[in-house]
T-cell receptor, first 110, second 112 residues
């Protein structure tokens, strides 16, 4: 089992719809969690950190479920500009370092 | 502009050559990294330096040698390039070793 796993997608989402996807991690001792966004042929950029109580940033909501060892990202009212690959990043999944998931590709269509 | 900058953006070279990629950050961060993103888009850490000291050295061929002259710079030298080295190499920095990363815009290396 990979330390950090994501459904690669793509998730095809109509504009204005809601989409949600998860990321599972294998090490229960993992400490910090983040969502990054990567556009095609660009560098990853931090979208949001994920806090234990869950957190929201505009149309984006992140949740952490420690019991089941996954984090989730929900995007409401999807925009065409939300089309990207969303990378789950976990600190402590495999030693004292950040480990990236393989990414979930989201395509928002008109 | 505050940023992580790496050069060159594109690098095309032949097998067997030696090449370097430079990285500089002016964010005042203590920790810098090199990541490799292969054709399957997986991002894997190669090296991490904290205040010029090597703290992470993943299973990377010793043809790859990082050098950190000061905490704002982390360069990557690659000897005897192989076809399998073709990838995008990202430099990154963070305030501490477990903080979110700020990435440079990548160096696309193609070995022919």
């Amino acid at each position: 089992r990979k330390e950090v796993e994501q459904d690669p997608g793509p998730f095809n989402v109509p504009e204005g719809a809601t989409v949600a996807f998860n990321c599972t991690y294998s090490n229960s001792a993992s400490q910090s969690f983040f969502w990054y966004r990567q556009d095609c042929r660009k560098e990853p950029k931090l979208l949001m950190s994920v806090y234990s109580s869950g957190n929201e940033d505009g149309r984006f909501t992140a949740q952490l479920n420690r019991a089941s060892q996954y984090i989730s990202l929900l995007i409401r009212d999807s925009k065409l500009s939300d089309s990207a690959t969303y990378l789950c990043v976990v600190w402590g999944a495999a030693g004292n370092k950040l480990t990236f998931g393989g990414g979930t590709r989201v395509l928002v269509k008109p | 502009d505050t940023a992580v900058s790496q050069t060159p953006k594109y690098l095309v070279t032949q097998m067997g050559n030696d090449k370097s990629i430079k990285c500089e950050q002016n964010l005042g961060h203590d920790t810098m990294y090199w990541y490799k993103q292969d054709s399957k888009k997986f991002l894997k850490i190669m090296f991490s330096y904290n205040n010029k000291e090597l703290i992470i050295n993943e299973t990377v061929p010793n043809r790859f040698s990082p050098k950190s002259p000061d905490k704002a710079h982390l360069n990557l030298h690659i000897n005897s390039l192989e076809l399998g080295d073709s990838a995008v190499y990202f430099c990154a920095s963070s305030p501490t070793y477990n903080s979110p990363l700020h990435f440079g815009n990548g160096t696309r290396l193609t070995v022919t």
